[in-house]
């Protein structure tokens, strides 16, 4: 009997260890699978703006930068350090003419390399000119025209040819000469002392060709000069105009008396 019992017994471990080692086994979590390689795109060194950078800035060293970018997504525009690798010291001292955001990449047309000149002589295209002229506030948009803003230039003066003898004093004519001209800089407010009164004035640079800068320098003798701002929709181009007729050489000018609008037109 009591050998019928060990060989139970016996039994009965052996089962219950191999009962234990099937449920181990169950309890073991299965095999991963081997994660897939990162797939290296090709990137290239690209310079771009380290900080926000406004029009009229002066680069300095630490304004830009190389940065890592997706090749594919490097235009032809982009300075990259393996075809330009003194790209940085070029454009130190350079003049920013449109605003750069942090980050973004910087190329040649968005500065000018002044190479010691002015702001406003780098600033200017080729074959235009920067006139100054003083208006008043009062009839220049409240004195509300801010420097990229365009304008329409208007003379204010006496009609000489007008017959005044049945008039107490002179006729006065209102000129359009120039329009859709950019304004460059608003200069500090000017005192401007008529007798005993001072008026408060302002020096507006804009932005000319060579002949409108020659009309503008004989409007000045001829009477006051005021600004008229223009809408966005009506600024879409950077031209300045001069109010001409179709097919000729004279100037349209728009002459308002009394209220009443006639046309008339001088030599250019």
């Known amino acids: 009997m009591k050998a019928a019992r060990l060989v139970v017994l016996g039994v009965a471990i052996a089962a219950g260890g191999v009962a234990a080692l099937l449920a181990g086994r169950s309890h073991q979590p299965a095999p991963q699978k081997a994660a897939a390689p990162v797939v290296q795109l090709p990137t290239v060194q690209v310079l771009v ?32 350090q393996s075809a330009r690798p003194d790209a940085i010291k070029q ?3 350079a003049i920013v003419r449109v605003p750069v955001a942090s980050g973004q990449p910087i190329y040649d047309p968005m500065v000018v390399f002044a190479k010691g000149s002015g702001f406003l002589a780098a600033m200017l295209p080729a074959g235009m000119r920067a ?6 506030p009062v009839t220049s948009a409240g004195g509300f025209i801010l420097p990229d803003d365009h304008v329409d230039i208007m003379l204010t003066r006496n009609d000489t040819s007008a017959d005044t003898s049945h008039q107490s004093g002179p006729k006065l004519v209102s000129e359009t000469i120039l329009k859709n001209v950019t304004v460059l800089a ?10 005993e009164k001072a008026a408060v004035g302002r020096t507006v640079t804009v932005e000319v060709t060579p002949q409108q800068a020659q009309m503008l320098a004989l ?13 966005l929709r009506d600024s879409q181009s950077s031209t300045p105009e001069s109010v001409v007729h179709e097919n000729s050489e004279t100037a349209a000018i728009n002459t308002v008396r009394y209220g009443i609008t006639s046309m008339t037109t001088v030599e250019r």
């Open 49 to 80: 703006a380290k900080t926000d950078l406004s029009r009229g800035h002066l680069v300095g060293n630490h304004d830009i930068g190389w940065q890592t970018w997706p090749k594919a997504a490097a235009n032809g525009k982009f300075i990259e």
């Open 91 to 93: 454009f130190i001292g």
């Open 131 to 136: 006139v100054a002229m003083e208006v008043s």
């Open 186 to 195: 608003v200069d500090q407010a000017v005192q401007e002392k008529k007798g």
């Open 219 to 231: 409007a000045r003798q001829q009477g006051t000069l005021s600004l008229s701002l223009r809408s």
